[in-house]
């Protein structure tokens, strides 16, 4: 049975105060005995000084040695005298009659003590009288006096030490043990708590109960065991919610991150990182660590085993089944790793098309340029009529304008995909917005016989961009004027309106496009006919740009042939 600390410390306390207790009081009882012993022998001593004085002022020998029993009744009765020889022969007993059957006294060890040291002292039956004496014998020039006590029980008590002292120190050790019992139990309950503490600081559970410590060096360690636990709890919560934050952010990222020790067991996967593992390998697994055995991965796996200490990033980029993926690998200090998968499909599908971007912008660039380049040229070497030069001055500056449009719708679309925050927000009346189109295109609808007709309240109202707003009217009567032919009719309506948004519709009566081409209006300078933007002087960007701030106000818009002939585009915008 194990014993708690305190039962321990009281043990071993107990032990030492009991020895300590027994020592006392074996020393005090052997030293005052010793005392008591001293005083009857200092007793007997003065008795034998009273002898020798008497033989001494009666010169007395020691066939006269009889006449000491005149002294002798003046001592206590009890005393027994004897004087015994420097030979050992008794020469006066006072219990002994016939001194002649003595025996020779000086083998006795209170007189071979008395030889050597003066005086000696004894305990013993004596063989004469056949009762146990306490003997105290002095050496005097010569002879020896015998002065004896008789050993009975009042002597016994006489030289027994006082039991008081006992009782004092036991009534003591008892008090002791009390305060020890309570000491030991401050102590034990500061180490129980103390314990507890380190049990759970250890075994990372938290602290539930309140802890009382008492006012000394222990309980200062249990405050600040308490404090270290609370402050680790903190930290232990704060750790939780950064983790949760973690946690979180993995799974509403849109790229697939998984975990791995440094032995490839996974720790961590979201499921965009199960979703585009399954999709990359050849056959679905549920066992992330088969990571290693697809081929796949070897350009991710290779670097990871073949690393410098200095390596911890690698990236390359894999396609399958019709997706681009960048596949990210980041390696720990601990030797674990990261390895990222992220759709690039998109961005590679917006890289390229901006790359096809910059070549159309530079081919679209590249025909005013030389037109114009070619104009100025010809004027600038050769001498030309009046009407002439008045003829190539007036294509140039045609040039200029469809190179001056052209640069500001592209500048106008990538603003509307890369910088959407600048365009800001007011209240705009379409009713009047449509009606400033109407009259900023009033010689393009007169010229080519084109009546515009407008089916919108006059109080209606948007939360849009102007800028926005007006291109896209703008670009749908510029195109119907540039594309649908003449001696047509626009129809502009608001057809419908609900909590949320607007209804339009835009239509003319015109020729209208094949069929096949309809999806691809709204791309960047396609041209349904290769000559059609170089006649009309367009820039190949209008639709586009209707479109983007078509979606710009959280609408859509669809095209279709009308049955009648013509465009029909049918678009919303929030309101």
């Known amino acids: 049975m194990k014993l708690t600390y305190k039962q321990r410390i009281f043990s071993y306390f107990f032990i030492i105060f009991a020895l300590f207790t027994v020592s006392i009081i074996v020393f005090e009882q052997k030293e005052e005995k010793a005392q008591r012993t001293k005083s009857l022998e200092d007793r007997l001593d003065s008795y034998a000084e009273m002898i020798h004085t008497y033989i001494e002022m009666r010169h007395l020998t020691d066939s006269d040695m009889a006449h000491i029993d005149t002294l002798a009744y003046i001592l206590p009765e009890d005393i027994r005298i004897s004087i015994i020889n420097m030979d050992g022969k008794v020469t006066f007993d006072k219990d002994v009659k016939d001194i002649s059957t003595l025996e020779n006294h000086l083998d006795r060890p209170e007189i071979r003590n008395a030889l050597y040291q003066n005086t000696g002292s004894n305990i013993r039956m004596s063989v004469s009288t056949k009762h146990e004496y306490l003997y105290y014998a002095k050496h005097y020039k010569k002879y020896y006096v015998r002065v004896a006590l008789p050993y009975t029980v009042e002597t016994k008590s006489m030289l027994k030490a006082d039991s008081f002292f006992i009782y004092i120190v036991i009534g003591m050790f008892v008090i002791v043990l009390v305060l020890l019992n309570y000491a030991a139990g401050r102590f034990g309950k500061s180490i129980s708590q ?6 759970k600081i250890k075994d990372d559970k938290p602290l539930t109960e309140k802890i009382e410590f008492p006012d000394d060096e222990l309980g200062e360690i249990g405050k600040q065991l308490v404090t270290i636990l609370k402050q680790k709890e903190n930290s232990k919560r704060e750790i939780e919610v950064e983790r ?84 990210q690998t980041i390696v720990f200090e601990d030797d674990s790793f990261e390895i990222t998968i992220k759709d690039i499909t998109r961005t590679e599908k917006t890289r390229l098309l901006k790359q096809e971007m910059t070549n159309n912008i530079a081919h679209e660039l590249r025909t005013p340029v030389t037109s114009l380049r070619g104009y100025l040229e010809t004027l600038d070497s050769q001498k030309l009529e009046a009407y002439k030069q008045a003829q190539f001055i007036h294509r140039a500056h045609q040039q200029t304008i469809r190179l001056s449009n052209l640069i500001d719708d592209v500048s106008l679309i990538s603003k509307i995909e890369e910088a959407p925050a600048q365009f ?33 309240k006059d109080d209606l109202t948007i939360d849009g961009n102007y800028t926005l707003l007006y291109s896209i009217f ?30 339009f519709s835009f239509c003319d009566t015109g020729r209208g496009v094949d069929e096949q081409y309809l999806a691809r209006l709204f791309e960047r300078f396609y041209r349904v006919n290769e000559g059609r933007t170089r006649d009309t002087g367009g820039s190949g960007l209008g639709l586009s740009i209707v479109k983007n701030a078509v979606l710009f106000h959280k609408g859509e818009i669809q095209v279709k ?15």
């Open 244 to 327: 949760e934050k973690l946690i979180q952010h993995f799974q509403f990222s849109h790229e697939g991150i998984c975990i791995f020790d440094k032995d490839f067991k996974k720790i961590y996967a979201n499921t965009h990182f199960f979703q585009y593992f399954n999709f990359i390998v050849d056959q679905p697994v549920f066992n992330l660590e088969a990571i290693i055995k697809e081929e796949v991965f070897d350009p991710a796996i290779a670097f990871i085993s073949k690393r410098t200490k200095d390596e911890n990033f690698h990236t390359f980029q894999l396609k399958k089944n019709g997706k681009t993926f960048s596949i």
């Open 424 to 456: 800001k927000l007011e209240r705009v009346n379409l009713a009047q917005l449509v009606d400033e189109v109407r009259i900023d295109l009033t010689d393009g609808l007169a010229a080519n016989d084109i009546k515009l007709n407008v089916s919108i």
């Open 474 to 503: 703008r670009n749908l009567v510029d195109n119907s004027i540039s594309y649908a032919g003449q001696h047509i009719e626009i129809n502009i309506k608001n057809y419908m309106e609900d909590n949320e948004y607007l209804y």
């Open 194 to 199: 103390l314990k507890t503490l380190t049990t």
């Open 561 to 575: 042939n009308r049955a009648g002939g013509g465009l029909e585009f049918f678009f919303t915008l929030k309101k």
